[in-house]
């Protein structure tokens, strides 16, 4: 409806070819068939102009167009100077439905051929200074509106792509934490229930111990996975050395833990380093089959600054060649957008290491 208002406006132009038909003194015959023209000349301009949302061959509009062209030409010719003002609407109609590179030759192309026509019909110079300057101005601003729709267009379609990456960050980052949480925290309260099972009849006591134990880890669990929903949990190093000694001590492993870093560290680092913690210890629990796991929380100096160094070490036995999981391959992302790097695999005959690299400089 806007678009058929907008269009209305600029057929007011058009009084002075239907004031020229009805009392133009033309004949009866002459008077039909230019009432046929001009019905042809508007319908074939209101089909290029409302075509203009759908993309056409530009060989079919330039047809089109050379169709109104020729319309315009005789109808000026036969019926008189105020049949020139179509030449203004093939202007505007090559502009609207052409491609910019197109429409700036066919636009002049109309005004040449307008000011032939004029110069050939009699009295049309007298028009030609009042046309001129709207079929210039007309077809070319045509131009920047088609040009305005298609950028407006390829906005909406950009936001919609920004929309969409958006969320699936979102469900990444939520897929990355409930992995990294419930890993931990099912494989904690599993050793603990396996534990409590061989306890019991004979240590009820120990067994009621460990049955606590994971009633605090399961209520963690639920605490840490309603943060982790709502965006806001950030794990800290203090916090995850604290959990690994527990979790390593009740899967039998003998637990080698450095002391939490002096300096406040900054968020970011401090969180991948201490996700990448968690994800080091449950797969010592859950797969390495090791008596021994060692931490190392270290800064070394490289060219490009200083770098904080997490490394965990056990001795189990050796198996395949690593492949990355869920858990690694969150990891490795976390690390890397922070401008930071995870390397994993065994160093040698038996044992598994990880470590996982943070520049302690600015976010690049």
């Not at 050379?66 to 502009?95: D, P």
């Not at 032939?116 to 110079?125: D, F, H, R």
């Amino acid at each position: 409806m806007v678009k058929m208002l907008w269009i209305s406006i600029w057929l007011f132009y058009l009084s002075a070819p239907v004031t020229d038909l009805v009392s133009g003194g033309h004949s009866l015959g002459t008077r039909l068939l230019g009432g046929v023209g001009l019905a042809a000349f508007v319908a074939w301009y209101l089909v290029l102009v409302f075509r203009t949302a759908r993309p056409m061959p530009v060989r079919r509009v330039l047809l089109s167009l050379a169709v109104l062209a020729t319309q315009a030409m005789v109808l000026s010719l036969t019926l008189g100077r105020e049949w020139l003002v179509l030449f203004v609407y093939v202007a505007i109609s090559s502009g609207a439905a052409l491609p910019a590179r197109y429409a700036r030759w066919t636009v002049l192309g109309t005004t040449a051929l307008l000011a032939v026509t004029a110069n050939a019909v009699p009295g049309g110079t007298a028009y030609l200074a009042g046309l001129l300057i709207p079929a210039l101005m007309g077809g070319f601003a045509m131009v920047g509106v088609r040009a305005m729709i298609r950028t407006t267009i390829e906005l909406r379609e950009a936001r919609a792509t920004v929309a969409q990456l958006a969320a699936n960050e979102e469900r990444l980052r939520m897929a990355r934490d409930l992995h990294d949480l419930l890993g931990h925290s099912l494989s904690l309260i599993t050793l603990k229930s396996e534990l409590a099972g061989r306890m019991l009849p004979g240590q009820p006591q120990e067994a009621a111990r460990q049955v606590a134990d994971i009633e605090q880890v399961s209520r963690q669990a639920l605490v840490d996975v309603r943060e982790a929903v709502s965006g806001y949990r950030r794990p800290t190093l203090p916090g995850e050395l604290a959990g690994a000694r527990t979790a390593l001590a009740a899967a039998g492993v003998l637990a080698d833990l450095p002391s939490p870093p002096a300096d406040d560290l900054p968020e970011e680092v401090e969180s991948a380093l201490a996700w990448s913690l968690r994800e080091a210890v449950t797969n010592v629990v859950r797969h390495s089959g090791a008596k021994r796991c060692r931490v190392t929380l270290e800064t070394r100096q490289t060219l490009d600054g200083p770098v904080l160094e997490l490394t965990v070490t056990d001795d189990g036995p050796a198996g395949g060649p690593s492949t990355f999981g869920n858990g690694l391959t969150g990891l490795t992302e976390r690390l890397t957008a922070l401008g930071g790097s995870l390397s994993a695999g065994s160093p040698g005959r038996s044992g598994f290491a990880l470590t996982a690299r943070v520049p302690l400089g600015s976010r690049p």
